[in-house]
């Protein structure tokens, strides 16, 4: 868990208990739910988690920041009722 006592955004959209060494944990903080449910859909947590354990500890925040970036313009990373319909 985070420093306060609140699960991960990765543990609380998948509902797991959150353990102080996730991969996750200093990457994708409760606040930001929104951007690992992004990640998630578009490259699903078990890849990300791998992709991180692969990475140099400090190389870890690019790979999020990417990934992020990715999710953020992917069209599978928006919500279906957010995606605009053809005309």
Not at 1 to 14: E, F, H, I, Q
Request: include cysteine; charge should be positive; charged fraction near 15%.
């Amino acid at each position: 868990m985070a420093g306060n006592g609140t699960p991960c955004a990765s543990c609380k959209l998948l509902q797991r208990q959150c353990m102080p060494d996730s991969v996750f944990m200093p990457y994708f903080p409760a606040e930001k739910a929104q951007q690992f449910a992004r990640v998630h859909c578009v490259f699903g947590a078990i890849n990300v988690s791998k992709m991180l354990h692969d990475v140099l500890l400090a190389l870890r925040a690019d790979v999020v920041s990417s990934l992020v970036y990715e999710a953020t313009v992917s069209p599978r990373g928006i919500p279906p009722h957010h995606r605009r319909r053809p005309h």
